[in-house]
């Protein structure tokens, strides 16, 4: 029904020599590196060569025809993952060193001849095929063979794509729809010399092959993103992003993650089949329930993420700031499980509007200080909290959507992430697998629909539709769209879209939903809308009330306000009868009582 995905294509950077250039490469988090152990080649390593560590990233040992005992040496001394076999060896061989435990790439060099029925003997004993131009000189010839010999492979292995690889293959490679290709190889033609590596051709094609529409290793996605950021904040910045940068591919980080994220908050949430709702819009309508989640919305999933982070790396004092309080309470919660000291910024007018939030921070043991500078309300805490970041470098800066210098959005995407995670899993029992035709989600700063976009990315298939607060109407001040409102420039240290006056002064955004009420938005989605990826609409306040009460008739749900503002947008598309449609229901309406009993009072 939907086959047609794109294919996520792995990086395999070959030939590393030189231990400088080698950590070099490592930062560029390639999955791939190779070295080759083949005295020959120009790219022979060396005898007293040892391969460095690498999280996340897996070692390749090419070797040719090489005898069994020194490979399996070789191998266990430079703990190797992989071992590429480059020459004549035979499926026995590969047979017997498999046995031993080791996995295997095994190359072939390609020409207008070669049948692929001779790769059938080893398909029991291998993990990958590599394809290379076929020539006597094992590897390294800049050469491309017949790209088209490739195009009907199904054996079941998936393969590696080598020989002569350069960046003007790109649009070459990102056209390739062959769903057992694995990855690209990458050697001679991004080199100075041999096995010293060209690092800024590398990092320019690999930004461009791997993160379409993810962040860079420098946070941009595509023009939008990085840190732009007082010179003071620097260190800080720089410190959190290494530290995030290592940690992320932490298999015991993940595990206490996992951990807490079922035990804890819930998780997996449900994927709730709307009966009624489906058959009023006319498509098959699921909820996916981030508002069951522990405090009531998927908030708390960035905050633990975020606070296991600072405890690994020995921060105890946790600042943030919040608006509504949502944030602010997340975070509370979650400081004081771990045992973290919290300080929360607070505008004092938001103090006001949100007492009960404020007294739930005070209960979980936060500290709150009140911010009477600007107008008192979320921008001028963001101010406050940075500031006292800069005097206290000591502290970790907990900010709770997808927006901020670089490593914040993409660290809070990445944490958001396990919803559409756990929905693509979900959705193989409920719909043997089928991808959603839509995926609908609120946006504030971005943090939810990040979350249910991020692995629907590459299934360029699924239509992705953010939906912004317009308040009282787009043709009024009175209103939050920015999308729709904003134009390009830096927020919190971020280039992106934001509402702001034609002399770049930010302006004071408004929606009856205090989540949705922040004059930017995340540089992914700044991203997605110029890449028209994903779609932006926009519903007032009185149609998010209305679409809130209309859920709650209809399936028993009272959704928060900015959730409804998701729903809301159902009235807004137009449905196939066999359209699978998910929305994110962020949170949950308790908090939201006084607006709606206004609203039905008034009716
Ligand atoms: C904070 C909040 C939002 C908006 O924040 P995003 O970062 O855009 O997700 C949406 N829904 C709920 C329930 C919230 O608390």
Not at 215 to 226: A, E, I, K, Q, T
Not at 488 to 501: E, F, K, Y
Request: glycine share 8%; with cysteine; proline share 3%.
């Amino acid at each position: 029904m939907f086959k047609k995905r794109k294919i996520k294509i792995k990086i395999k950077i070959c030939g590393l020599k030189y231990y400088n250039n080698i950590s070099s490469i490592i930062d560029l988090y390639p999955d791939f590196i190779g070295f080759i152990f083949f005295e020959k080649s120009p790219r022979f390593v060396g005898d007293n060569f040892l391969a460095p560590d690498t999280i996340g990233i897996s070692k390749v040992g090419v070797f040719v025809n090489e005898k069994e005992d020194k490979l399996l040496k070789l191998s266990i001394k430079n703990n190797l993952d992989f071992v590429q076999l480059h020459g004549d060896e035979s499926p026995y061989y590969c047979r017997n060193i498999s046995k031993k435990g080791i996995k295997i790439i095994k190359s072939f060099g390609i020409d207008h001849n070669f049948d692929f029925e001779k790769i059938k003997e080893y398909i029991d004993h291998v993990k990958y095929f590599l394809f290379d131009f076929k020539s006597n000189l094992y590897g390294g010839t800049g050469k491309k063979f017949f790209w088209e010999k490739i195009d009907n492979y199904n054996f079941k292995v998936p393969f590696i794509l080598s020989g002569g690889i350069n960046s003007n293959d790109f649009d070459k490679i990102n056209n390739l729809n062959i769903p057992k290709l694995l990855g690209i190889d990458l050697n001679s033609c991004f080199e100075n010399k041999p096995g010293l590596k060209n690092l800024n051709l590398l990092k320019k094609f690999i930004s461009r092959i791997k993160y379409k529409y993810l962040s860079d290793y420098h946070g941009f996605y595509g023009n939008f993103g990085g840190a732009y950021i007082p010179e003071m904040l620097y260190n800080n910045i720089n410190y959190l992003k290494n530290e995030y940068n290592k940690i992320i591919n932490n298999n015991s980080f993940k595990k206490q993650l996992k951990r807490l994220l079922h035990n804890y908050v819930g998780r997996p949430s449900p994927l709730f089949y709307c009966k009624n709702l489906s058959k009023i819009y006319g498509a098959k309508i699921y909820l996916k329930r981030e508002d069951l989640n522990h405090t009531g919305s998927h908030k708390i999933n960035n905050t633990i993420g975020q606070a296991l982070l600072a405890k690994e790396i020995g921060k105890k004092n946790i600042i943030s700031e919040t608006g509504a309080g949502q944030h602010g309470v997340a975070t509370s919660t979650i400081c004081s499980l771990l045992g973290l000291k919290c300080t929360i910024f607070m505008g004092e007018v938001d103090i006001k509007r949100q007492i009960q939030n404020v007294y739930r921070m005070k209960m979980l043991g936060a500290n709150i200080i009140a911010v009477n500078s600007g107008s008192k309300t979320l921008k001028d805490s963001v101010n406050e909290a940075i500031r006292y970041w800069i005097n206290n470098p000591d502290c970790y800066y907990m900010i709770g959507s997808a927006v901020g210098p670089d490593p914040y959005p993409r660290m809070v995407s990445y944490f958001q992430s396990i919803i559409s995670e756990e929905i693509k899993e979900q959705l193989k029992e409920k719909e043997s697998g089928i991808l959603p035709n839509y995926i609908i989600a609120c946006l504030g700063g971005g943090s939810n629909a990040a979350g249910i976009f991020y692995h629907f990315l590459d299934d360029e298939y699924v239509k992705l539709i953010g939906v912004e607060a317009s308040g009282l109407g787009l043709n009024t001040n009175k209103t939050a769209a920015t999308i729709q409102k904003g134009s390009r420039g830096v927020l919190h240290g971020s280039m992106t879209i934001l509402m702001q006056d034609k002399y770049g002064q930010i302006l004071e955004p408004y929606s009856i939903s205090a989540g949705l009420d922040y004059p930017g938005i995340g540089p992914m989605h700044a991203n997605l809308f110029y890449k028209n990826r994903a779609t932006f609409i926009s519903v007032t306040d009185f149609e998010a009330i209305e679409a809130g009460i209309e859920l709650s008739s209809l399936e028993g749900i009272i959704p928060a306000l900015e959730s409804a503002h998701a729903i809301a947008s159902l009235k807004k598309l137009s449905f196939k009868k066999k359209d699978l449609v998910i929305i994110n229901l962020s949170g949950r309406g308790d908090k939201d009582m006084d607006t709606y009993i206004k609203h039905i009072e008034n009716k």
